[in-house]
Structure formats: structure tokens, C-alpha cells
């Protein structure tokens, strides 16, 4: 184990790099952060460090925010469903981690998703069907989200194909992925599993840190932003579905 000024530097270079992986592609700062802080710390008090960077993040991401009203008229549905899902498969579930071998599922199904990505034909959405089937889809990955803590499938797959240009792709994935946190977070406080510390202090102390490693998420965040503007559609595509399999790999594997 490192010494307290050796963590928290290895700490703020963590979120650092988590951040600049979501500035890229739009998703990563939780499984890059909780795969790289739990060679170091606990993985309770990696989960702590982590509230305030995901959340703000995923707010962050979804700027302009004069863009957001369309985006979210035509998503509301989808939000609902994330919404009602997440709740529902908590009370149903028992909270997230209730079934160990929902993770590794999820994490072949970024696989499979990923190689289609990749390599199989794109199946654009009509825009009659769009409505209807995100509610499904926001249901779905609300379902994953309270099984596994993970809100990437279907979502992103459903988001993919409406055919949105990448900046509203990157908002609409922004807005998903807040509102799925708020859930979660609503979700876990509900069934007890979102209490950081054994007293008010311990609790307190827990913000403060989370709240600290927002300047690095943020920092490394913004780097990524600028990278993610001198990208090709093309190659943005193929580092988000790179993103997506060494993701699943990553879940898959796990222990």
C-alpha cells in the first residue's frame, strides 16, 4: 500500500486519465477509475472518491445546454424508462451486486456489441419507432444499471441508431448516463447501500475528497474534449466501440 501523499498524487493521476477517456469518447471515467484505484485502495473508499467526479461529469458532458431541450424532448421517453427500470430492479433485485454474474453478462454483451460496431452494417432507427422503443431501451438499461452499477447497454447501441451527429450523440449519452446516476444514487439511498461512512464525519470527509478529485476529472476531461475535436467521424466511431470491447473484456473477467 502507498503512504497518504503517494495515494492521493496516484489518485488525481487516475482521475486525470479517466477524465481525458471520457472527453474522448463519452463514457469510461467509472470503470477506469474504480479498475485503476482498487490497485491501491479499498474498493469502498474508491466508490467514495468517485460520487461528485461521475455525477458532474456526466452534467458536464451534456453542454451546450441550449441544444438540450430538443434532445430531450425526443429522449423523454427513454429517461422515463431509465428511471422506472433502475427503481424497479432494485426493489426487485435487492440493489446493485445482488447477482455477481450479472456483470460478466453485461460484459459479453459489450463484446458482441463492440464487434458488431466494429465490423457489422449500421441499422439506422425510423423515427416512427423512436419513441416506443426507448422507453424499452431506457427500461432495459435501467434494469442492468440496478443489477451491476453499469449504464451503457442498450443505451448506447439505442442512442447510436437514431444516426445523431456525434456532439448530440455525446449530449444525449451525457443525459442518459446523469440521469441513470441520479437514479442509482436515489435507488442505493433508498435501500441503504448509499451511506459512505460509519458517522457524520466520516461521511463529510468522503465529499471533501470526492469533491477534490473533480479538478483532475475535470482537467483531464477538457484535454479530452480538444482530442475528441480533431477526430474523423470514422475514427471517432472505432475508439468509442475499442472503448466499449476492452470494457466488456474488462467486466467479463472481473473477480
Not at 479517466?18 to 484505484?37: D, E, H, I, N
Not at 441520479?182 to 463529510?204: I, P, R, T
Request: hydrophobic letters at 60%; glycine letters at 12%.
Amino acid at each position: 500500500m502507498l503512504d497518504a501523499t503517494w495515494m492521493a498524487a496516484a489518485a488525481v493521476a487516475v482521475f486525470a486519465l479517466a477524465g481525458l477517456v471520457k472527453g474522448v469518447v463519452g463514457l469510461g471515467l467509472p470503470t477506469v477509475s474504480m479498475a485503476l484505484l482498487a490497485l491501491f485502495m479499498p474498493p469502498a473508499q474508491a466508490a467514495a472518491l468517485l460520487l461528485l467526479p461521475s455525477l458532474v461529469s456526466n452534467v458536464m458532458q451534456m453542454r451546450p445546454t441550449g441544444m438540450l431541450r430538443p434532445l430531450l424532448a425526443r429522449l423523454g421517453w427513454m429517461q422515463l424508462g431509465i428511471v422506472l427500470g433502475t427503481l424497479g430492479g432494485m426493489v426487485c433485485w435487492g440493489g446493485v451486486g445482488s447477482l455477481p454474474a450479472a456483470r460478466m453478462a453485461l460484459g459479453l454483451a459489450l463484446v458482441v456489441y463492440a464487434l458488431w460496431g466494429l465490423w457489422g452494417p449500421s441499422l439506422p432507427l425510423p423515427l416512427a419507432h423512436q419513441a416506443w422503443l426507448g422507453l424499452v431501451a431506457g427500461t432495459v438499461t435501467g434494469v442492468i444499471t440496478a443489477l451491476t452499477g453499469v449504464f451503457v447497454v442498450p443505451a448506447v447501441a439505442f442512442l447510436q441508431s437514431l444516426g445523431l451527429a456525434r456532439q448530440a450523440l455525446m449530449q444525449a449519452m451525457g443525459l442518459c448516463f446523469t440521469v441513470s446516476t441520479l437514479a442509482l444514487g436515489a435507488g442505493m439511498l433508498w435501500l441503504g447501500q448509499g451511506q459512505v461512512g460509519a458517522g457524520s464525519s466520516d461521511g463529510n470527509r468522503a465529499w471533501l475528497l470526492s469533491a477534490l478529485m473533480l479538478i483532475p476529472a475535470l482537467a483531464g476531461m477538457r484535454w479530452g474534449e480538444a482530442l475528441r475535436e480533431k477526430l474523423s467521424p470514422a475514427l471517432f466511431k472505432k475508439i468509442l466501440m475499442l472503448s466499449l470491447l476492452v470494457l466488456g473484456i474488462y467486466m467479463g473477467l472481473e473477480r
